[in-house]
């Protein structure tokens, strides 16, 4: 989660795209991003915290809040927010892009599980 937010602090729209789980990618706003990314002064990532659950691939839940300061004044956002690892790096699960999986396909994160033996429930978190 901190190289994350490090990655908006700097403006580095591809890594923030290349620890997206790949399946969400074509899904990701590229130009809501480099706006909000490049308009927003970053104050500071509290990582309150972490949850390795571990199976098979390995899932976690990160909980954080992250502030910030735009035209519009200050702000904060609190999430907790679900990754997946896969071939020893770990990827973002984005609650905002649509996973087109159903519950027995196979799992967008390669895993080779059914979708819903894997992600699916890390998605409701």
Same mark, same amino acid.
């Given at each position: 989660? +901190? ?11 591809? #890594?923030? $795209? ?6 969400? +990618? ?10 909000? =990314?490049?308009? =927003? ?6 990582? $309150? ?17 992250? +502030?910030? @300061?735009?035209?519009?004044?200050? @702000?904060? $956002?609190?999430?907790? =927010?679900?990754?997946?690892? $896969?071939?020893?790096?770990? #990827? ?10 159903? +519950? ?6 390669? =895993? ?9 429930? #890390?998605?409701?978190?």
């Amino acid at each position: 989660m +901190r190289s994350r937010y490090s990655a908006y602090v700097l403006g580095l729209l591809d #890594y923030l $795209h290349d620890t997206t789980l790949p399946a969400q +990618r074509a899904g990701l706003d590229r130009a809501a991003i480099a706006a909000w =990314s490049a308009q =927003s002064t970053w104050l500071g990532l509290e990582v $309150h915290d972490v949850e390795v659950l571990g199976g098979q691939p390995e899932h976690a839940f990160v909980t954080f809040t992250a +502030r910030w @300061h735009d035209a519009e004044g200050d @702000h904060q $956002h609190r999430e907790r =927010s679900a990754f997946v690892q $896969h071939e020893g790096r770990w #990827y973002f699960i984005d609650p905002t892009v649509a996973l087109k999986a159903g +519950r027995n396909d196979p799992c967008p994160c390669a =895993s080779g599980q059914k979708f819903k033996k894997c992600c699916a429930s #890390y998605l409701a978190g």
